[in-house]
């Protein structure tokens, strides 16, 4: 059946919008919160050479090497495994340290992405074990890894990815979940309180999508800025990466994403009152530190828009702009915190006239080198 923007009027537009039903698509026949079980079958037929495992290396590019960077964060995490992430157009080329009992997890929506997947030949020659993430189902990638995991996301039309990026990060906390259960690195208590949190995530980015309001308005003070920056901190650090991202393919504006505390070694020499920087300052281990860069930028006149959570007061008190988002755990939090700005991202490139679904110069996927 063809599918349809319906009352959207760009397919991202509608993919964003989808997300609450994608993650809970996602989550489906894997997480019983009733039971507290995840079950996942391609982790449960190898379960031995995840508990094993000393490191786990992690190969995607775009979008989904940032989904990558945030597994990396959850699996060292909850697994205590060391994580290494690589852009599969760097891998495939440099002879990397991967052999047997290794393994390397490639992630990739279309599952056709031409790096990826020579990556992930080069990984089977070298004789690690291949774990795949891909959203399209019978992919290159999906057939030839060793066992794998698809995103459940349905197909995405919009170049730039959205409700492929959150479905990557659910299945990489499934993951991440699983195999700390299986080696007894987070107790009961905390996976079972992870998994009821995983199970309250599709109404909480429903509830998220309620900010595009306030973002509208907020786009429409920045529309005409050449450059943005993002910052954000631990898991969080990558979702400034995508955040920027998805605000440069599709609007063309110069954006960058660096983990807060870098600032100070270099790109703080860019703010002036011209600079709109984002802030994920949401109220958790980093809070404090968050705070302490936000009075940097603002003391050389930058303009701070902040996702805060709700109920928050100091960042309040400090940003130009806040938008607000509900609690969650740390580590789920990506899942929630770049909704606003995906949103973004989409309201500035509609306000500039863009074609949002098909940015120049960019295709879908990237089938040749
Ligand atoms: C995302 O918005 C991009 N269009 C792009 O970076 C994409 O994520 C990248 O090309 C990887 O694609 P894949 O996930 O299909 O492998």
């Avoid at 056709?112 to 992919?139: R, Y």
Wanted: glycine residues 6%.
């Amino acid at each position: 059946k063809e599918i349809e923007k319906g009352k959207y009027k760009y397919f991202m537009l509608k993919e964003i919008y989808e997300q609450p039903k994608t993650i809970l698509d996602t989550l489906r026949g894997r997480l019983l919160i009733p039971e507290k079980i995840i079950y996942i079958d391609g982790i449960e037929s190898n379960k031995d050479i995840f508990i094993n495992a000393k490191c786990i290396t992690i190969v995607a590019c775009g979008t989904s090497w940032h989904a990558s960077l945030i597994g990396e964060y959850l699996l060292e995490e909850l697994t205590r495994i060391r994580v290494e992430v690589e852009y599969a157009s760097e891998f495939r080329y440099r002879n990397p340290i991967v052999g047997k009992k290794d393994i390397v997890i490639v992630i990739s929506q279309s599952g056709e992405t031409a790096d990826t997947l020579a990556a992930l030949k080069l990984a089977k020659k070298k004789g690690a074990f291949v774990f795949g993430i891909c959203n399209v189902v019978g992919s290159s990638i999906a057939r030839n890894v060793d066992a794998g995991a698809y995103t459940h996301a349905g197909p995405e039309i919009s170049v730039a990815s959205t409700k492929a990026f959150t479905a990557q990060i659910t299945v990489l906390v499934l993951l991440a979940l699983i195999i700390g259960k299986y080696r007894s690195t987070i107790n009961d208590r905390c996976y079972e309180f992870l998994c009821k949190e995983l199970g309250s995530i599709p109404g909480k980015v429903d509830y998220a999508l309620k900010t595009d309001d306030t973002i509208k308005k907020i786009s429409q003070v920045y529309h005409n800025a050449n450059h943005f920056l993002y910052l954000g901190r631990g898991i969080n650090f990558p979702v400034a990466l995508e955040g920027a991202l998805k605000l440069k393919e599709i609007s063309y504006i110069h954006a960058e994403g660096y983990p807060a505390a870098e600032m100070k070694h270099g790109p703080i020499a860019l703010v002036d009152e011209n600079m709109p920087v984002f802030v994920i300052a949401t109220k958790k281990g980093y809070y404090n530190k968050i705070i302490g860069n936000i009075q940097e930028i603002k003391a050389r006149k930058g303009k701070i828009i902040a996702i805060v959570n709700e109920g928050d007061i100091q960042v309040n008190m400090l940003a130009d702009h806040v938008i607000k988002i509900p609690n969650i755990s740390e580590i789920l939090s990506p899942l929630i915190t770049v909704i606003p700005l995906q949103l973004f991202a989409y309201q500035i490139a509609y306000i500039r006239g863009k074609n949002v679904d098909q940015p120049r110069n960019l295709a879908k996927s990237v089938t040749v080198e």
